[in-house]
């Protein structure tokens, strides 16, 4: 079996081509040999049968004369024949008259009708013989085919002779047709391996023709220029792409150098701000300390005087001085806080001691203004560690804060414990009956210098730092502020920070 | 009735061939027994002749409806046979009338004349005649052949063959075909 797919194109081709013609001169071979055959037996019937007609004419007169002898050398003269094997002459009732050869016996049964047939290869002729309305007898011829087998054998051979040559012919002719189909295929293939193999796109096929293979060289090509093309676009990209990242690496780069400088900047502004801060409360706390000592002593004086107007001047001197101190206390633990110098103390802290000294002290402002001020505080909460001072000063704030914003009403603080995470925590509730927040007040509630309008720092007071400072240190503690209020109804602030027990039992 | 009086002659001839019979066995046949069966075949043979033989136009042949005449002159030795086998049947066409005859005269009026034994000293007269009208000349007689006569019948082997003198039917005008030549024992 031929393995047709690893065949070359070329041998595909004039192998195709020689089996056509070789199928076809085959074919009109052998139809040409059967046609010769036939024509050369009914040629040779009807030879024979003129052969018998002329032999039975002239035994007409040894038949009518009944001369055996002459009939049986009419006979014998056809030796000439060599193909002619057996003959014999009929007499009128079919009985055996002459035979050739003399002394053959065995002959078919003659027959009347004139006929010419072979049987394996034998021509058997019969023939009557008649003078007139009588039948004389008849003739028959055994014919071999030795004459037709020497011809057929040679127009065999010739044949064969004529088709090997013209095979060879074929071969010849369709070697130089497929050579005008497969040059220009070979060519673009030799091109496409090429340009697959060495990556050289700059080769180009040569087109030969203006048929199917013609366009497909001519689209190979275009083929070929659009990748070259593409390949010289790529690396203009990429040459330039080189520049462009690292030109944005440089900016990249640049910009790092300037933001770490910046940061760097920035740090050290924020801690010199921060120890400018923290220096400059310090400084700024000593001459006031000093203003508000001579103040009071002043008014003392003043007062034992009797000069009543300076007294009242003095005392305004005094509260604006306090104020200032406190001021400057709250700007000076807010940068502690920020500069990240703020520290918690961790001492045992009872937290009723804590709320009663803040409520103690805010009750005479709270009288002020006719407010009621009570605590509620659960009997027997342990005390825990933590920062009593720093805790007081936020719970100030924010009593201060509802004190401040509350006339003729209600102040509360509460305190309850409670598990958050299976950790004990404390949560401290100030509630008031004032004046309350709206949502945008809320909102803006614990920026650093914000009180809930800007004509409240006018009407009630305070540094604006207090709820800054107060959720700072929450923070601090790990806790937090939150604050719910309605507007007129009164606010209420919640602390909640971890209670850890003090180590060595709840006692 | 013809074809198997001819078997008989056939069997006879062909039992004398195989049996290589000697020339005492052809005395029986002359004998008056065996006459009939002898001249039944020489009858036979008188209506084959004409068709290997072509007359001159002067025999009045031309035209088919005129009769075919056999002439036996003098004493017949056929019998009826040769009135039997010719009925019926046709020569080159012609339908054939047999006469009897021992005037020469009657020779002026036919195709073919069968010369009897008998007319030996007639013959150079009938001869002559036959050529003079293009007849056909039959004879069965010793020394027929030479003096004239176109076929003379002879006894060979027991078997019925002829003689034929080529010159006297030139003479007369007469064709005998060549297969007719080569039957012949003798061409005078």
Redesign the interface.
């Known amino acids: 079996m031929l393995r047709l797919e690893f065949m070359p194109l070329r041998r595909k081709i004039t192998l195709g081509m020689v089996l056509v013609a070789g199928l076809a001169l085959v074919l009109s071979s052998l139809a040409y040999l059967a046609f010769q055959a036939r024509l050369f037996r009914q040629t040779k019937a009807r030879r024979a049968m003129t052969l018998a007609r002329v032999v039975g004419d002239n035994s007409r007169a040894a038949l009518a004369f009944n001369d055996q002898a002459a009939a049986s050398q009419i006979l014998q003269s056809l030796s000439a024949n060599p193909d002619l094997q057996r003959a014999c002459l009929f007499d009128a009732n079919g009985a055996i008259f002459a035979a050739y050869p003399a002394g053959a016996t065995t002959f078919p049964k003659f027959s009347d009708a004139d006929s010419a047939q072979f049987h394996a290869g034998t021509l058997e002729v019969f023939h009557g013989i008649h003078q007139r309305e009588d039948r004389l007898g008849g003739i028959y011829l055994q014919i071999g085919s030795s004459d037709l087998d020497t011809a057929f054998r040679w127009h065999l051979i010739f044949t064969l002779a004529l088709l090997g040559v013209l095979v060879l012919l074929a071969l010849a002719v369709s070697y130089r047709i497929q050579k005008v189909i497969t040059a220009p295929l070979l060519d673009l293939a030799a091109v496409a391996k090429r340009v697959s193999d060495r990556k050289d796109y700059g080769a180009r096929a040569e087109r030969r023709s203006q048929d199917e293979i013609g366009t497909l060289v001519q689209a190979f090509n275009g083929m070929l220029d659009q990748i070259e093309a593409r390949d010289a676009e790529l690396r203009i990209y990429r040459e330039h792409l080189e520049e462009q990242v690292e030109a944005r690496t440089q900016e990249l780069h640049a910009a790092n150098q300037e933001l770490l400088l910046a940061k760097q900047k920035a740090e050290g502004v924020s801690r010199a701000k921060s120890a400018f801060l923290a220096n400059m409360s310090h400084e700024l706390r000593t001459p006031l300390n000093a203003i508000i000592l001579y103040t009071d002593l002043m008014k003392e004086q003043a007062e034992e005087e009797g000069r009543k107007q300076d007294a009242s001047d003095l005392d305004r001197v005094s509260g604006s001085a306090d104020h200032l101190l406190r001021l400057i206390n709250d700007v000076l633990d807010l940068s502690k806080v920020e500069a990240g110098k703020m520290t918690l103390a961790s001492d045992p802290v009872q937290v009723e001691a804590v709320v009663d000294a803040v409520v103690q002290g805010l009750h005479p402002q709270a009288a002020k203004q006719g407010d009621t001020l009570e605590a509620e505080i659960p009997a027997s909460l342990p005390p825990f560690l933590g920062d009593a001072t720093k805790l007081r000063q936020i719970l100030y704030n924010l009593l201060s804060n509802a004190c401040k914003f509350t006339e003729q009403g209600n102040l509360k603080v509460s305190v309850e414990a409670f598990e958050k995470a299976s950790a004990p925590w404390l949560r401290f509730r100030v509630s008031d009956t004032g004046i309350g927040m709206s949502e945008e007040q809320l909102a803006r509630l614990f920026q650093d210098f914000t009180q809930a309008e800007e004509s409240t720092s006018r009407r009630y007071g305070g540094t604006g730092l207090g709820l800054s400072l107060s959720r700072r240190l929450a923070q601090l503690m790990g806790g937090s502020i939150s604050v719910e209020s309605e507007p007129g109804k009164g606010s209420t602030f919640t602390l909640e920070i971890p209670a850890p027990p003090l180590p060595g039992g709840a006692s | 009735m013809r074809?198997r009086a001819?078997?008989v002659?056939?069997l006879i001839?062909q039992a004398a061939?195989l049996s290589g019979t000697a020339p005492g066995t052809s005395s029986m046949d002359r004998a008056p027994q065996a006459a009939q069966p002898e001249y039944e075949?020489k009858a036979r043979?008188l209506l084959?002749f004409p068709?290997?033989i072509s007359w001159p136009a002067r025999a009045g042949l031309d035209d088919p409806s005129k009769p075919f005449v056999i002439l036996v002159f003098g004493d017949s030795p056929f019998g009826s046979k040769l009135d039997e086998l010719a009925a019926n049947r046709?020569v080159q066409?012609h339908p054939i009338q047999i006469h009897y005859a021992k005037d020469p005269e009657a020779l002026d009026a036919c195709q073919m004349v069968f010369i009897c034994a008998s007319e030996r000293r007639l013959l150079d007269v009938l001869v002559a005649r036959a050529a003079a009208h293009g007849v056909l000349t039959i004879g069965d007689s010793e020394g027929f052949g030479e003096r004239g006569v176109m076929i003379n019948l002879v006894i060979e082997a027991s078997?019925?063959?002829?003689e034929i003198n080529r010159s006297a039917a030139q003479a007369a005008g007469l064709v005998l075909?060549a297969?007719?030549l080569?039957?012949a024992r003798k061409v005078y």
């Open positions: 074809s001819w078997l002659a056939a001839a061939v075949v043979f084959q068709e290997f046709k066409g078997l019925p063959r002829f075909g297969q007719l080569g039957l």
